[in-house]
């Protein structure tokens, strides 16, 4: 893989920026916290976006996520919280495309209809099920999505690509910790600290899971 200086340069920016706003997360620096946020994201996308430019759907998502992470700076406001989950719902979608489109065999457009009409059904059905409890529809549909983006990094696993299902799958599983820590503190309990937590759960697991996507579309591990 010849690396491109661009996405040397905006790694860099991504893994420097992340220190420093995990910093201000623990010092509870909300005004500085609020402030950084937005540029994690838009710095790996721009990195993903230097290398991959012929995959413009991986920078797209991890973009898409940057915005779904403006929103979320305002999560106690519940449109923006909805905004800010139906952003990343998209940036999900992309990533299953983009998991399937990096198998060495073609998945028929049809299957992702299917797959995402199914998705939704389900998530409709357990939504009823619960009794439309609030918030679980949203919940559902983000459960559903992490799963297909899991059952896809074993499907790329199976496929000879190890190492790139493998950081997906580790990707997705500390996205749904944080997540799950998310919903905690925003409808449930509040917890010191909570920004710390969720992001050092978030941005490890966005940059597993796009490093993993490069690599997959690459066809490098």
């Known amino acids: 893989m010849r690396v491109q200086i661009g996405f040397v340069v905006f790694i860099s920016l991504f893994a420097i920026g992340c220190i420093v706003h995990l910093v201000f997360c623990f010092l509870e620096k909300e005004k500085a916290r609020m402030i950084s946020k937005p540029f994690l ?51 999900h ?15 028929p457009m049809y299957a992702y209809f299917f797959l995402f009409g199914g998705a939704l059904i389900v998530a409709l059905l357990l939504y009823f099920i619960t009794k439309m409890a ?18 896809f990094s074993f499907m790329l696993m199976m496929d000879h690509k190890i190492y790139s299902g493998l950081m997906i799958l580790v990707g997705y599983l500390l996205c749904v910790t944080s997540d799950v820590l998310l919903e905690k ?3 449930k309990k509040d917890m ?30």
């Open 134 to 151: 609030p918030n679980s529809l949203m919940k559902y549909c983000f459960s559903t999505c992490h799963l297909l983006n899991i059952g």
């Open 185 to 187: 503190v925003t409808f």
């Open 41 to 91: 994201l838009t710095f790996l996308g721009a990195a993903m976006a230097f290398q991959v430019p012929n995959h413009p759907l991986i920078p797209i998502a991890c973009f898409l996520a940057m915005i779904g992470d403006i929103f979320l700076l305002f999560n106690k406001k519940i449109l923006f919280f909805y905004l800010g989950a139906s952003f990343f719902a998209s940036s």
């Open 93 to 107: 979608i992309l990533n299953i495309i983009t998991q399937g489109l990096s198998l060495s065999y073609d998945i």
């Open 192 to 221: 010191k600290r909570r920004d710390f937590y969720i992001m050092g759960t978030y941005l490890p697991g966005q940059a597993f899971t796009y490093l993993g996507l490069l690599f997959a579309t690459l066809s490098l591990f």
